[in-house]
């Protein structure tokens, strides 16, 4: 997978995205361990006429089958990895969102949007009122970009980071549209078991032009690592546009500082060269 390439900053990741970029190359390793596991049993499979010849044990006693019938299996059990894969990493983009997007807020807090939030009179505190009120509105107002229509999501959150200060994420028309297919396709997985609905032909049908309503929708290989590699760029984005201003700042202090540090040098400098100066002409 190509990555985005982002300038150097001053300041690191977010704690959120090392922990996405964590689970993320975890998933990686396992999807390339199982095919790998699975290249090897097929070839194996030429070999003999049923797994429990080569497999070892106990897994051989858990798929008994014939070698013929694993060529039919490997083609599932391909689909379902591909499934899962694209759920998982969905599943992470979306908890990186929170987190990064709740920081965001919070640092920001009180700001002028608008939220509504909704609460039980029984769960209201006794005390530390403020502090209940101000954890129930980030929440609510992260809720609202995070469940926000997969086609709006991007564009609420560029209008999130913008009003709380920060620059817009670097962003491009051709990932937004794959990020926005790759939500679109793990809802069609993890809602419809990978049929095609109405919704999920009307949302692809401009990638995926052949999508039968009805049919398995089928996610190859390329096309995964496609998506993938555009939902993990979007999280980097976002992280880079937050820390970008905050390196800004960092710079820009460290510049004031060397400059206040020069103006100081330069001051004892001169005012050493005054007393030389004073200390020649007493001499004479």
Known sequence: MSRLQLPQVHVPRSRHLVLFEQEFEGLNSFYWMYRSASALMLQQSEKFARTTDFLPQPEASRLDISCGEIGVISTQADRVARYGILVQVITYYEVYLTGVLSDVVSTRWPGSRQVTVKFRPSDLPNGELNSYLKAASVASE???????????????????????????????????????????????????????DHRTKDALESIFPALAIGAQFELDEACLWKLLAAVRDDARAIDFAIRKQASEKRVSRSAKRRRALARRKAENLAQMHARRGTNNTDEL
Do not use: W
């Open 142 to 196: 992260v809720a609202s970009v995070i469940d926000e229509s997969y086609s709006r999501r991007l564009a609420r959150i560029s209008n999130l980071l913008t009003s709380c200060g920060f620059p817009e994420p670097q962003q491009s028309a051709d990932r937004k549209m794959l990020v926005t297919a790759a939500c679109e396709i793990r809802n069609c997985v993890v809602h419809n078991g990978g049929k095609v």
